[in-house]
């Protein structure tokens, strides 16, 4: 096997790398600045869309993308070593490159299934990174982790599709510049077939019945960057019937389509966001004196820092290779991957940060750090794109197959 990253990767990693220390990490603390001054808590920090300025003038945009019609042209082995650096700081760099969620999963879904009038009217413009998106599925009244049990109704209604239900953590939908809603709910709730009855629509943000209720918040953050996760309610929306994505019934398959890259892209920032865990733990370790002894020498954190190391490289072969599964063999191919790099990655990547947090004592905990926000963005995806048991039970499902 060929462990080194070929011409291309090695190139924009070093051009990624530059940027990231030029302007990504001295804008953190310039970011946090605008934003106390803001007069709205979802407002964007001017210094951001400098950032992405000066991503796209550098060639770093739209890297998740594949193909070159829409994107950079990388596979997913080519990205995951980008996606990784961008992980170092999940609030600013995603966003910077255009690679930030819920709109890459929501461009993928649109140029995958999309119409030529829907990608004309929604990709084009998120692809430039003029607009945002949200992304509607989970819901609070049922076990969202179950997509079958999805209760928002989306009914036929001549020329028109309305919509009605209550969605909540629906990421972007407080961003400012948030225009279009991909919903997902039930066309056909008796069908035979559970995973028939869903399908896509698309809801401008501005559409009478569409309210953005209030903002959920994570471990206390509201994630403002990324435009927040709102419960969103949808009061007899009526869109037209040509903003039915795909086919009905197809709601099902194209969620599945949607969050396998998806899955992938936060593993991959997951491991820089270790990386970054890592280097802080070291820092930490060699400035601060404790007992008459740097902690550096203390045989504790001494097998923190091995252990972490050790994680971090399991975790990225792992996550390198089902990339390259998903490039040679597809998605279906590389499934049980997907689901081990879910369950494992952050997991092991929460335990990582949480040491780093124990080193730094209460400085752990504050806001002069990125370790608290890293933590709890890297313990809420063992909940998002699918909880660790839902994995674990169709992983496991998938083994005893071979047996039975």
Known sequence: M????????????ARLLAFMDEHVYPAEAVAEEQRAALA???????????????????????????????GAGLTNLQYAPLA???GRSPQLAPTALN??????????????????????????????????SAFAMTEPDVASSDATNIETRIERDGDAYVITGRKWYISGALHPDCRVFIVMG???????????????????????????????????????????????????????????????????????????????????????????????????????????????TQGVVQEWIADSRVAVEQLRLLVLKTAWLMDTVGNRGAHTEIQAIKIATPRTVTEIIDKAVQLHGAGGVSQDFPLA??????????????????HRRSLARRELKRYA
């Open 2 to 13: 060929d462990f080194a990253f070929d011409a291309r990767t090695e190139e924009l990693r």
């Open 40 to 70: 709205s808590p979802w407002e964007v920090p001017p210094v951001v869309e400098e950032l992405k300025a000066e991503a796209r003038r550098r060639g770093l945009w739209n890297l998740f993308m594949p193909g070159e019609e829409h």
């Open 84 to 86: 990784e650096i961008t």
């Open 99 to 132: 690679c930030a969620a819920p709109d890459t999963g929501n461009m993928e879904v649109l140029a995958q299934f999309g119409t030529e009038e829907q990608r004309k009217r929604w990709l084009e413009p998120l692809l430039a990174g003029e607009i945002r």
């Open 186 to 296: 039930k066309t056909d709730p008796e069908g035979a077939d559970i995973r028939r009855q869903q399908s896509m629509v698309l809801v401008p943000r501005d559409t009478p019945g569409v309210e953005v209720r209030r903002a959920m918040r994570v471990y206390g953050y509201e994630d403002h960057y990324h435009g927040g996760h709102a419960e969103v309610v949808f009061d007899g929306v009526r869109v037209p019937a040509d903003h039915l994505v795909g086919e009905e019934g197809g709601g099902f398959a194209i969620a599945q389509a949607r969050l396998g890259p998806g899955r992938i892209h936060h593993c991959m920032r997951l491991i820089g966001m270790a990386e970054r865990a890592i280097e802080l733990m070291c820092r930490r370790a060699v400035s601060r004196t404790a007992f008459g002894k740097p902690l550096a």
């Open 373 to 390: 926000e890293l933590w709890a963005a890297a313990r809420t995806l063992r909940l998002a794109d699918g909880p660790d048991e839902v």
